[in-house]
Nanobody, 125 residues
Framework: QVQLVESGGGLVQAGGSLRLSCAASGSTIDRYNMGWFRQAPGKEREFVVAINWNGDSTVYTEAVKGRFTISRDAAKNTVYLGMNSLKPEDTADYYC??????????????????WGQGTQVTVSS
């Protein structure tokens, strides 16, 4: 089982930027699709973005297109989520996750098997 640990969350003003990291241990993740999800208070967990195993294909939810960027570094066994032009509605706990599902890149949480503990992102207006 892979252990995933997110970091990089925090409090930022609207329009600001953050970069989240998801460090994996216990196994390499370079053969697996990786995703980021978020859960706002009182809401269900929702898909944000995912990247395929070698980093050449991504899927974004419409709400973050053009503002968020997912990337991965195989040497560091880490996945990143760059977030720009943050909005108050981006406030949530952000989770990274690993999927064994290959094609297409999964957007459903049920297709991800390993999850991190989450990192909190708060965007003030």
């Amino acid at each position: 089982q892979v252990q995933l640990v997110e970091s990089g969350g925090g409090l930022v003003q609207a329009g600001g930027s953050l970069r989240l990291s998801c460090a994996a241990s216990g196994s390499t993740i370079d053969r697996y699709n990786m995703g980021w999800f978020r859960q706002a208070p009182g809401k269900e967990r929702e898909f944000v973005v995912a990247i395929n195993w070698n980093g050449d294909s991504t899927v974004y939810t419409e709400a973050v297109k053009g503002r968020f960027t997912i990337s991965r570094d195989a040497a560091k066994n880490t996945v990143y989520l760059g977030m720009n032009s943050l909005k108050p509605e981006d406030t949530a706990d952000y989770y990274c996750a690993l999927s064994f599902f290959t094609i297409p890149i999964p957007t459903k949480a049920s297709l991800y098997v390993d999850w991190g503990q989450g990192t909190q992102v708060t965007v003030s207006s």
